[in-house]
């Protein structure tokens, strides 16, 4: 009766209106069953794709900020940190952005990821954090900067016990040493055992690289003890 009823509505509907009266199969149900399941794969494979572009879309542009780093180019930098935004993301060595630059001793670049908030509390793999890796590379402008931003410029590591001035004597750098005790950092300052930054000058080099100027042990020596003769001057008055 209800196929009679039908048939006789037909021309009231459009051909491809009228449904197709099938009886339910077991086939037709494991056809239904494989094809949510296949779209259900799709959806996932389609996530996958996505996860990995934008994982690699990351590294690529943190490639690229770092390359504007080693060219201590501030606009680069700029626009590379907009692009990416991810400012103290760590590289595979364990490096931040901030770290790279400071080992570098890329100013400029510093200068611009302070700006975009880099934190400058974040160690590298060795446990140093941005003022050790600058004092250790002798970066003094890198340091002027970092100290502008306020970080502590006396902070003794927890790796080894040495402290930003200690670095910077090792490293040869009067100007770095300068940096330091500029801002009343003792030229005595002891490290966590007792050493003096004068006890580190022994490490340096005794030949100068030109005639007739102080060579690195004895640039670094003058310098500390000029800067201990002022304290002892200022002490007296």
């Not at 009231?12 to 296949?38: D, K, N, S």
């Not at 770290?99 to 001793?105: F, K, M, S």
């Not at 750098?173 to 330091?180: G, H």
Request: hydrophobic share 45%.
């Amino acid at each position: 009766r209800a196929r009679e009823m039908l048939d006789a509505s037909t021309h009231l509907m459009p051909p491809r209106a009228i449904p197709e009266l099938r009886p339910l199969t077991c086939c037709a149900v494991l056809r239904w069953l494989c094809l949510g399941h296949l779209r259900g794969m799709m959806k996932f494979v389609c996530l996958l794709f996505v996860a990995l572009a934008l994982h690699q879309s990351d590294a690529q542009l943190q490639k690229d900020l770092l390359k504007a780093i080693q060219k201590d180019n501030a606009g680069l930098v700029n626009l590379n940190l907009k692009s990416f935004g991810k400012v103290n993301a760590k590289s595979e060595d364990g490096d931040t952005a901030l770290l790279v630059a400071c080992r570098i001793g890329a100013y400029r670049a510093v200068k611009s990821l302070l700006k975009f908030g880099a934190d400058t509390s974040l160690a590298d793999a060795s446990g140093l954090t941005v003022m050790h890796v600058a004092a250790a590379s002798g970066a003094a402008r890198v340091m002027q900067a970092l100290l502008t931003a306020g970080v502590e410029a006396n902070d003794i590591s927890d790796t080894d016990g040495l402290r930003p001035m200690h670095r910077a004597v090792l490293s040869g750098n009067s100007d770095a040493v300068k940096t330091l005790l500029n801002t009343d950092v003792p030229s005595d300052t002891p490290t966590a055992d007792g050493r003096i930054p004068m006890d580190f000058t022994a490490e340096l080099s005794d030949v100068a690289a030109v005639k007739r100027t102080p060579s690195p042990r004895g640039l670094i020596v003058d310098t500390l003890k000029k800067y201990s003769r002022v304290k002892s001057d200022k002490a007296e008055l």
